[in-house]
């Protein structure tokens, strides 16, 4: 767009240039013309005035010649006798005969110039006085007047061409800045803003891209919250239904059910995770000790059904660059996946700490370990889930400047330990 705007704007500047300077330079050729002519008209008319007075006295050659002086190049006088005072130019002399013939002033275009005859009527006869002015003498400036002219046109076209690329660049550095900050949109950054500017129409565009990046920013946090409350909301039925299960008598009814729900919870958890996470790593700045240990305090009640022995070492560490959101997203991830993938009765360990300013969280189990380190790629399991938690670990981490490691544990157990980026 900019460039068309120079484009158009040089196209049309240029038109009017030529066609005010083409004419402006033929006026001035006719008025160097026009000036040299009028300046020959003079020079006649004073040789004229003097040679009249002298012709009238009847003088000779040489008192006429003593009384007009030296005269100017061009200009010369024929008496009437022929003799020809003054040094005549090449092609000069065409219009004397005409004008002592018809005693009346002749001028007119002859080769190589302009003449004009001025007769002057004596006792002995008609003198004359003929000025010659050559093609170079009627153009003199011409050529310096057009050079100015052509400039003067460069220059003014110069200037438009730069005021427009500036005010196409005032039009377009919105529009790019609203397709920035669009890709910014798209790439889960939901603080990504427009500047809003004139002129009115890319203002309200500004305005309704702010006002849909807004939008979308609430509608996620409600989605957030909801899934949150969803969490909570069924956790507890499903901890109960297990618990009333396990009250069934029938050994064979009772492992059926319990298979269910725990099908069931393992369901629920994988979508929940997947929904809190699906930008993982949203702008913000969470206390990663105080968030974890809440997330446990939830994990416990669960644990304890379990009879699983939870061993919790936190120490505070400071803030974490990641939302509350995330960092619960990593632990329940975290947490879910010894519930899901170790037998029931299988302690484990949540640690937070920090090395080299860098926080992490490290959740460890005493089960079998990793059957293969590709559980970490989206929608690879162990167990017949999703296989969606690790990966939104990982993900989540790389978003905060982090990373994620998966090793087994000395006597038996898996280790992932999460490395987040600090806050500053």
């Not at 005269?71 to 006798?81: F, I, S, W, Y």
């Not at 293969?372 to 017949?384: D, E, I, Q, Y």
Request: net charge negative; with cysteine; aromatic share 4%.
């Amino acid at each position: 767009m900019r460039r068309r705007l120079a484009l158009l704007s040089l196209a049309t500047t240029a038109l009017v240039v030529i066609s005010l300077l083409i004419p402006l330079g033929l006026l001035v050729r006719r008025q160097a013309g026009d000036r040299a002519r009028l300046e020959a008209e003079r020079t006649a008319q004073s040789t004229a005035a003097l040679l009249a007075l002298t012709v009238s006295l009847n003088e000779d050659a040489g008192a006429i010649e003593s009384a007009l002086g030296p005269l100017d190049p061009g200009t010369v006088v024929v008496l009437p006798d022929g003799t020809v005072l003054g040094e005549p130019m090449t092609g000069q002399g065409t219009l004397v005969p005409i004008a002592v013939e018809r005693q009346a002033t002749i001028s007119g275009v002859v080769e190589g110039g302009w003449e004009y005859a001025l007769p002057v009527i004596g006792l002995a006869g008609t003198a004359v006085v003929d000025v010659f002015v050559t093609d170079e003498a009627l153009s003199d400036g011409v050529v310096e007047a057009w050079l100015l002219l052509a400039l003067l046109g460069v220059l003014l076209v110069a200037i438009a061409v730069w005021v427009a690329d500036r005010l196409g660049e005032r039009l377009v550095r919105p529009i790019s800045d609203l397709a920035s900050a669009a890709r910014q949109l798209g790439a889960g950054d939901l603080d990504a803003r427009v500047e809003v500017s004139d002129p009115e129409e890319i203002r309200e565009v500004g305005e309704s891209f702010n006002w849909l990046a807004g939008r979308l920013e609430e509608l996620i946090a409600e989605e957030r919250e909801a899934a949150a409350d969803l969490s909570h909301r069924l956790r507890t039925p499903l901890t109960s239904l297990r618990l009333q299960a396990e009250k069934v008598t029938d050994d064979g009814e009772r492992e059926e059910v319990l298979g269910q729900v725990g099908r069931l919870e393992q369901a629920i958890d994988q979508l929940i995770v997947a929904t809190r996470s699906a930008t993982p790593g949203q702008g913000g700045v969470s206390d990663l000790s105080s968030v974890v240990s809440a997330r446990c305090s939830f994990w416990a009640v669960l644990a304890e059904e379990q009879r699983r022995v939870m061993t919790l070492n936190v120490d505070d560490h400071g803030p974490v660059a990641l939302s509350r959101e995330a960092v619960e997203a990593v632990v329940d991830a975290l947490v879910g996946n010894v519930f899901s993938h170790t037998d029931p009765a299988t302690p484990f360990d949540v640690t937070v700490g920090s090395e080299g300013g860098r926080p992490w969280l490290e959740v460890s189990d005493h089960g079998p370990g990793f059957a293969s380190r590709t559980l970490a790629v989206r929608g690879v399991s162990g167990a017949g889930s999703t296989g969606l938690g690790l990966d939104i670990v990982r993900r989540t981490a790389e978003s905060a400047g982090g990373g994620m490691e998966m090793f087994d544990r000395p006597g038996g157990g898996a280790v992932v330990r999460v490395w987040l980026g600090p806050s500053g």
